[in-house]
């Protein structure tokens, strides 16, 4: 799935079909589908104009295993 998520705005932008929608939660079927995250800080509203650069900078299934936010277990 790609996916943004503005932290000061608390919104999720998401690819449906060739459209960004921009929404406060995702929808179920792009939860199942999220995969490694990346943070990308911009200076932007509309951080999905920018996607093709981000696309080819981080391609799906090309980042390292290992996920730093992922909880460590106990």
């Known amino acids: ?7 000061s705005r608390k919104q999720y932008f998401y690819l449906e079909g060739n459209r960004w929608v921009v ?3 995702l929808p179920q ?10 943070v ?5 509203d ?12 981080h391609p799906p299934g090309k980042m390292k ?5 992922a909880k460590k277990p106990k």
């Open 1 to 7: 799935a790609y996916v943004y998520y503005c932290t």
């Open 23 to 25: 929404t406060v939660s």
């Open 29 to 38: 079927r792009v939860l199942v589908r999220l995969g490694t995250r990346v």
């Open 40 to 44: 990308i800080e911009m200076d932007s």
């Open 46 to 57: 509309k951080p999905y104009t920018h996607f093709s650069k981000h696309k080819k900078k």
């Open 65 to 69: 295993k290992k996920d730093k936010w």
